[in-house]
C-alpha cells in the first residue's frame, strides 16, 4: 500500500513506450504510476523495466549501462539481471538477497510496450487490448506521443464527449459547430470496464483534416460521418471513424468511395497531475502515398495541442480549488459512467475483491 | 467560508482594471483574492465579470467567445449570460438552474474597473472611492499596471512611510537622503477605514523626477515639498503633491509657480503573496505637453522597481521563516493603525458583524 | 529550537565562503543552515556576518551599505553595528535594544571564511580544522566553488567510497573501473567525529588528469596510487593523494619523482536539500607552472559535475520517495559510522549534552 493506492488502479495493462523509443540502446527513463521506472531492450532483445533507482543508494539505472540483458549502475558499478536482482557487486564477494530492485512485466503487442505496475503474479498477457490495425498491413499510420500537464482522466472526459470536436476543433479535426448540435449520439452502451458509443454526423461538409488527404475535386462533396468510439479502463480508446457520400447508406454495404480511419490513444498516468499520451490514427485508403499519413499525424498534432490549451488549463483551476464540484450534462452519461466504473475497481483492488485480478477487460 | 476569508476583506471594492483593458473584445483572465476571474466588455457596452471557471468541467471561460453580453466556454459550448446564468447546452434541451458561475458586480468610475468579491446584495455603488482627478480634465496622466511579487500590505506598508523616499529613492523620487531625517510627519490622523498624513521636507532640492519635466532654469531653485496622503481600506493610496518656492507660503495663497500632482495607487490582492498594482500620476501644469505624462509614468516606473526590488526580497524572506516577528519603529504609526483597522474589518465579516456592510469606506 | 534542530549541527564551524568573495565591498547574500545571512568586510578590514534580514520590516540588509564595519539597511535607512545592534534610526532619537539582528562568529583560516550557526558563546576559533597546505607556500591550487541542489550528505557520502571514481570518474579522475575492483581499502579508521581510510591502487595506469599535468614522456609509465582520507563533522573532506612509480616503494622513502596533492573539500548545508561545496586540489610539482593548477582545477570541475549529475538525480528520487530506504554494502562502513556519529551529535545538541561544546572536532 502506498499513497497513490486510491489514486491508480495497478492490476492492468498500460502502455508505456511505443518500441521505437528503445531503439539503438537507449535507456528510457519514464514516471509511470508516479513510480520511475527504467525500459530498455537487452542483447537478446527481450524488453526489460526495472525500478529506475538503485536499491544502494537510490542512482537512477537509467544513468547506467546496459550488458547484456543487464543493466549496471555506474554509480558504484552494481549490475542487475533482468528479474532485477543484482548479481555484482564490485568489491564485495557475498551479495545478500535483498540487493534487488523491481521488475516489471512487458510485453509488445503491435508496437506498442505494456506495462504490469501491479503484482507481477497477476500479469495475464490475455489481459492486454490488443488492436489489430496497428499490426495490419491494410492500414498506416505513424505512432505519436505527447506529454500532458494533466490528469489522465480529463483526456479521458475529453474524448469521452465528441461535441468538444465542434468548439475545440472546429477549423481542424471537427469541421463545423453544427457538430454538437446535430450529431446527438444515439445511445451509450455502458460495458463492465468502459463504454461503447456511436455518433453520426449526417450530410456535413469534409472536416478541415479530411481535406488534406482528399483529391480537391472531393472537398465539395457532402457525407455522413459516423464515429464509433470504444473507452476500457484504464484509460484505452479506441475509434472508428467513416466517411460515406451523404445519404448513399454505404456503410451498410460496399464501401466504394467510403474513406475510414482507424484511431487508437492510451492515456497513461506519469503522476496524478501528469500523463503521456500515445497514439496512431491509421488509414486503409491510397496506402502506398506515404503523405497521408505525415498529413493526419501532423492533424492530429494540431487538434491535440488544441485539447491541450484546454485541459492543461483545467487541470491549473482545479489544482487551485479543490472543493471544485463539476456539474453534469446529459452528454456525460459516457464519462460519468467510465469515472465510476474506475472507482470501483480501484475499491475493489485496494480491498483484494474480484479486480485484483480482471478477468475480462474488453466488456 | 473559504480558507480565504481570514486573509481578505470580501465586501468592499477593488480595482479589477483599467477599462483600456478591456478594449476590441478582450476577454481578461485575472486572479483577483485567489478567484479566477474573466473581465470582458459585452457588445452593449456593459461591463461582465464571471467565475473564470465553467461549471461543467472547470474549463477558463476566458478560452471563449464573446455573443452580446454573453460568453460561451468553447470547451462544450455551454452559453453565460451577464448574470452567470447558463442559458445554451449544446445536444441540451433542458437547462437546470443549477448551470451557473458566479457573477462579480462590476462598476467604472474614472477609467478604472471595480469589482466587489463579497456579497453582490451588499455592492453598493456608493461605496467606491472615486477620485476625481482620474476624469478631470485638468489633470493629465497615463494609466499604469504592474504585477508584485509579494503580499499587498507589503506594498501598503511601503506607501505607509515616506521616508523610504529617501533611501530606496534617493536618485529618482526622493532626491536625497535629508528627506527621512527633516520631514518627519507632524501627525498621523487616523481614519475610521484608514490614515491621513502630510509631510513637508521644507527649503529641498527638487527631486530628479520633477527635474525631468520642468525647465533647466528652474532645477536650482530651492521648493518646499509637501506630500499628502490618505490611505484607505483595502488597498487605496492618493496622494497630494506640491512643490511651492522655499519659503514663499504659496501653499497658502496663490498657486503661482507651483507645481502639483495628484497620485493613485491601487493595492489589488491576486493571491496572498502577489499583488496587482495599478496607479496614474497626474499633472495640472504644461497640459498640453503630453511628454510630461510620459515622462512621470516613466519615472514611476523606474521608483516602483525599486520598491518592486525590496519588497519582491522581503516577501521571499518572510515566506521562508514564518516565525519572524516584525519590529515597530516610530514611523510605523500610520501601517500598524492601517494593519490593525484592516484585521478588526475582517473580523467583523467572518462575524457578520458591521464591516460585512462597510458604511463609510471614507472617513 | 526551530524545525532545523533534528537537520544540522549548530555547534560547529562551517565554510561560509572563500575571502576572495568579499572583496571590493561585496555584500554577500549567503543562505547556510536555511537561515539567510549577509557576509562583508568592514573598512577595518573586519569581517562580519549577520542575519540578511532586517529586525524592522524583513528587507534584506545585502541590498544595504557598509559604511565603516557598519551595515545600513536601504530600505528606511537603520543602520546596524558589527555586533547586529541597530545604531541609528533616521528620523527618530531614542533607540530601543530590542532593535537588532543576529550577529555570528566568523573566523578566517587558510582563506576560507568560517562561520559559526549555534551559540555565538560557544565559538572556540581553536575549533576550526585548520588546513596547512592552504596557506604553505610550498602548496599552489586555485579556490573553486560549485552549488548542489542535493543534501551536503549526499555528497559525503560520495566522497566516503572511493569506488564511484571506477564508474563516475573512468575517464576523468578515476582512469578505470579496475580500480574498483582493486584498490579495496585495508581499513577504515572510525574517530570520534569522523573516519580515515587509505586506499592503494597499486600497479594502475596514470588516471587522465594526472596525464595532464605530467609530461608526455611519463603517461606510459605504472603508478602505485594512494588516497589518505580523513573526514570531519560537519562536512570536511581532506584527502592526500600520490602517485609512485609502481613496485618502488617510494612511499616509504625518499620522494624523488612521487606527485603529490592536497585536496580539502567542504561542504555546507545551505538548505537540507542545497549545498555550498568549497574546494582546493593543491600540488607541490613544478610549482613555478601555473597551468597545472589551472589545468587540476579545470579536471576537478569537470570530475565534479559527473557527480553532480549522478547526486542531484539522487535528491530528485529520494525527495519523490521519502518511503525508499537505502540498503548498504560493505563498503559503506564509513558513510554509515559518518551518519550515526553526525545523527548522535545533533541528538546531544539538542538534549544539551557533550556535542554541544565539541572539544575535540579532530578525533
Redesign the interface.
Known amino acids: 500500500m502506498?499513497n497513490t493506492d486510491q489514486i491508480f488502479l495497478k492490476n492492468c495493462w498500460y502502455v508505456a513506450a511505443w518500441d521505437h523509443e528503445l531503439i539503438d540502446g537507449r535507456k528510457l527513463a519514464r514516471t509511470i504510476l508516479?513510480k520511475?521506472v527504467v525500459l530498455f531492450r537487452g542483447e537478446s532483445g527481450k524488453y526489460v523495466a526495472l525500478d529506475?533507482?538503485c536499491?544502494?543508494?537510490?542512482?537512477?539505472l537509467s544513468?547506467g549501462r546496459i550488458e547484456g540483458d543487464c543493466l549496471r549502475?555506474?554509480?558504484?558499478?552494481?549490475k542487475y539481471d533482468s528479474s532485477g536482482a543484482c548479481i555484482e557487486?564490485?568489491?564485495?564477494e557475498r551479495i545478500p538477497k535483498?540487493?534487488k530492485v523491481h521488475s516489471y512485466p512487458v510485453e509488445e503487442r503491435g508496437h506498442l510496450l505494456w506495462i504490469w505496475m501491479g503484482d507481477p503474479a497477476l500479469a495475464d498477457p490475455e489481459l492486454i487490448v490488443d488492436y489489430p490495425p496497428l499490426h495490419d498491413p491494410e492500414w498506416r499510420g505513424l505512432p505519436a506521443y505527447l506529454h500532458y500537464d494533466a490528469n489522465w482522466l480529463?483526456i479521458v472526459?475529453n474524448l469521452s464527449?465528441l461535441?468538444?470536436l465542434?468548439?475545440?476543433h472546429t477549423n481542424t479535426l471537427g469541421g463545423s459547430?453544427e457538430y454538437?448540435?446535430k450529431s446527438?449520439p444515439p445511445k451509450v452502451e455502458r460495458l463492465e470496464k468502459g463504454f461503447r458509443l456511436e455518433r453520426w454526423h449526417r450530410n456535413s461538409e469534409p472536416p478541415p483534416y479530411l481535406k488534406k488527404v482528399i483529391p480537391p475535386s472531393d472537398h465539395e462533396l457532402r457525407v455522413d460521418r459516423r464515429n464509433c468510439v470504444t473507452m476500457y479502463i484504464p484509460g484505452i480508446f479506441l475509434m472508428e471513424t467513416m466517411f460515406v457520400p451523404a445519404g448513399s447508406g454505404k456503410e451498410n454495404g460496399d464501401l466504394e468511395g467510403v474513406r475510414q480511419f482507424r484511431n487508437s490513444q492510451y492515456m497513461t498516468p506519469e503522476t496524478r497531475s501528469t500523463t503521456h499520451f500515445f497514439w496512431n490514427y491509421l488509414h486503409n485508403f491510397d496506402i502506398d502515398n506515404p503523405n497521408i499519413a505525415i498529413s493526419l499525424r501532423d492533424s492530429l498534432i494540431e487538434g491535440f495541442h488544441e485539447d491541450k490549451?484546454?485541459i492543461e488549463?483545467?487541470q491549473v483551476?482545479?489544482d487551485?480549488?479543490p472543493?471544485?464540484r463539476?456539474?453534469?450534462?446529459?452528454?456525460d452519461v459516457a464519462l460519468t459512467h467510465f469515472r465510476q466504473t474506475l472507482k470501483k475497481c480501484i475499491s475493489e483492488e485496494n480491498e483484494g475483491g474480484p479486480s485484483s485480478s480482471i478477468t475480462s477487460a474488453v466488456g
Chains 1, 2, 3 share one sequence.
Do not use: N
Open positions: 502506498d508516479e520511475p529506475d533507482r536499491c544502494h543508494r537510490g542512482a537512477p544513468m549502475c555506474m554509480y558504484h558499478g552494481m557487486v564490485p568489491g564485495q535483498t540487493l480529463l472526459d464527449d461535441a468538444h465542434a468548439f475545440v459547430e454538437a448540435y446527438k490549451a484546454i488549463a483545467q483551476l482545479l487551485r480549488d472543493s471544485f463539476m456539474r453534469t450534462l446529459e452528454a
